[in-house]
């Protein structure tokens, strides 16, 4: 370990002369320079803030106050550049620590409660990235997700290792009156049937609609469309005053008959094209099975891209996450996180390449991508640096 000057060994010697927390301003500014305490601290506000005349102004108080101290511009330059060169960066000490503490625990829960870690993300709805992230991490995790039950409504994910269920109250569209009625009822006991529930929570037609959508209903054992004729049936009978019990005093004749017109049952794909629509993520399948068409099995996959450092490959990837950012030039470039079957990874399109190929990260929901696979400083990881962006190759081709 080095230190700019011997006086900052006692503050620094616990971070192995790194500045890492706020209260090394304060400690550098006053061992070094003897500034005021008071002072310092306002140098630390001023430098989370980015306040660069009051910056400029301490920087005339520090520079006076370091030459009564006997030190040499050259060291007082070089002590000021390490203090100023943390601006925007720093924690304190109490809050990097608890951010180290809730990070050790998280990944502890995660390595051995895979399905009830998983479950609070989901249910919480805080980080990084969007909801689909943390389903494709489910999947990587072999947890799978179980359709949404209204006997087992929510509203959190209940974690049924090693599987998942996502909570009908979750369904888009649901209006809050429905949801807690839903929760009420159902605390009162089971639901027994489709009609059941329409008489207990009085949801409207388009609320019932979706629920069967997302396969609510289908532990009743009846199809799909059954349960969209029953629907009908139960709308026009109890009406649509969205009050529990409410409805016709001598039903019409022929209301209690369903329908005789047939409907297709979905197919797998638009089920989960249904559940993305009304969740934001597939439910009964991988997310990426969205997309059959994509030629999955021609790239390079996101598991064997750490094969290949500093060479030149052709993947493909779901774009799950994407952020603009403008280059120190001032010219905007993008990150995006790409998802297959395997993995995520994380892939920069520096200003050259998003001026070529910025248009294409926007138009394609799944990305081909050329790219160099750079390596992490620390040796532990990789990115990639896109050269070339566009259309994915079709399993037709």
């Not at 990587?140 to 409504?153: D, F, I, T």
């Given at each position: 370990?080095t230190?700019?000057?011997?006086?900052?060994?006692?503050?620094?010697?616990?971070?192995?002369?790194?500045?890492?927390?706020?209260?090394?301003?304060?400690?550098?500014?006053?061992?070094?320079?003897?500034?005021?305490?008071g002072?310092?601290?306002?140098?630390r506000?001023?430098?989370?803030?980015?306040?660069?005349?009051?910056?400029?102004e301490?920087g005339?108080?520090?520079l006076?106050?370091?030459?009564?101290?006997?030190?040499?511009?050259?060291?007082?330059?070089?002590?000021?550049?390490?203090?100023?060169?943390?601006?925007?960066?720093a924690?304190?000490?109490?809050?990097?620590t608890a951010?180290?503490?809730?990070?050790?625990?998280?990944?502890?829960?995660?390595?051995?409660?895979?399905?009830?870690?998983?479950?609070?993300?989901?249910?919480?709805?805080?980080?990084?990235?969007?909801?689909?992230?943390?389903?494709?991490?489910?999947h990587?995790?072999?947890?799978?997700?179980?359709?949404?039950?209204?006997?087992?409504?929510?509203?959190?994910?209940?974690?049924?290792?090693?599987n998942i269920?996502?909570?009908?109250?979750?369904?888009?569209?649901?209006?809050?009156?429905?949801?807690?009625?839903?929760?009420?009822?159902?605390?009162?006991?089971?639901?027994?049937s489709?009609?059941?529930?329409?008489?207990r929570v009085?949801?409207?037609?388009?609320?019932?609609?979706?629920m069967i959508?997302?396969?609510?209903?289908?532990?009743?054992?009846?199809?799909?469309?059954?349960?969209?004729?029953?629907?009908?049936?139960?709308?026009?009978t109890?009406?649509?005053?969205?009050?529990?019990?409410?409805?016709?005093?001598?039903?019409?004749?022929?209301?209690?008959?369903l329908?005789?017109?047939?409907?297709?049952?979905?197919?797998?794909?638009?089920?989960l094209?249904?559940?993305?629509?009304?969740?934001?993520?597939?439910?009964?399948?991988?997310?990426?099975?969205?997309?059959?068409?994509?030629?999955?099995?021609?790239?390079?996959p996101?598991?064997?891209?750490?094969?290949?450092?500093?060479?030149t490959?052709?993947?493909?990837?779901?774009?799950?996450?994407?952020?603009?950012?403008?280059?120190?030039?001032?010219?905007?470039?993008?990150?995006?996180?790409?998802?297959?079957y395997?993995?995520?990874?994380?892939?920069?399109?520096?200003?050259?390449?998003?001026?070529?190929?910025?248009?294409?990260?926007?138009?394609?929901?799944?990305?081909?991508?050329?790219?160099r696979?750079?390596?992490?400083?620390?040796?532990?990881?990789f990115?990639?640096?896109?050269?070339?962006?566009?259309?994915?190759?079709?399993?037709?081709?």
């Open positions: 370990m230190y700019p000057h011997p006086s900052l060994e006692a503050c620094l010697r616990s971070t192995f002369g790194l500045v890492v927390y706020e209260e090394h301003i304060l400690q550098i500014c006053e061992a070094f320079a003897g500034l005021p305490p002072r310092a601290d306002v140098l506000r001023a430098l989370v803030k980015q306040k660069r005349a009051v910056v400029a301490i005339g108080e520090f006076i106050s370091a030459r009564q101290r006997g030190h040499d511009d050259a060291k007082i330059a070089e002590v000021w550049l390490l203090v100023t060169g943390f601006s925007g960066y924690f304190n000490k109490a809050h990097s951010y180290g503490v809730e990070a050790y625990q998280a990944a502890w829960l995660k390595r051995y409660h895979p399905a009830e870690f998983m479950a609070g993300v989901l249910t919480n709805g805080k980080g990084f990235y969007h909801p689909l992230v943390y389903v494709l991490e489910c990587r995790l072999g947890l799978q997700l179980l359709p949404p039950s209204v006997n087992e409504p929510g509203p959190a994910f209940v974690p049924h290792s090693p269920r996502v909570p009908v109250t979750r369904v888009k569209g649901l209006t809050q009156r429905t949801i807690d009625r839903l929760l009420a009822a159902h605390a009162q006991g089971p639901f027994s489709l009609a059941d529930f329409f008489r009085g949801p409207t037609g388009e609320e019932l609609e979706a959508r997302v396969g609510a209903f289908d532990e009743f054992g009846e199809t799909r469309t059954r349960q969209f004729w029953q629907a009908q049936q139960l709308v026009k109890y009406g649509t005053t969205n009050a529990p019990g409410q409805g016709w005093l001598i039903p019409p004749p022929g209301l209690e008959q329908p005789g017109v047939p409907l297709n049952e979905p197919t797998r794909l638009e089920r094209q249904a559940e993305t629509e009304l969740f934001g993520f597939a439910v009964s399948g991988h997310p990426l099975e969205l997309f059959p068409d994509v030629a999955w099995d021609t790239y390079c996101v598991n064997r891209l750490g094969e290949f450092v500093g060479e490959v052709t993947a493909c990837g779901l774009a799950v996450e994407q952020r603009t950012h403008h280059q120190i030039t001032g010219e905007p470039m993008k990150f995006l996180s790409l998802a297959d395997t993995g995520i990874v994380e892939t920069e399109l520096f200003a050259d390449t998003y001026r070529s190929y910025g248009l294409a990260t926007v138009r394609y929901p799944v990305l081909e991508v050329e790219a696979v750079e390596p992490f400083e620390n040796g532990r990881g990115s990639l640096r896109v050269l070339r962006a566009g259309a994915p190759r079709t399993s037709t081709n």
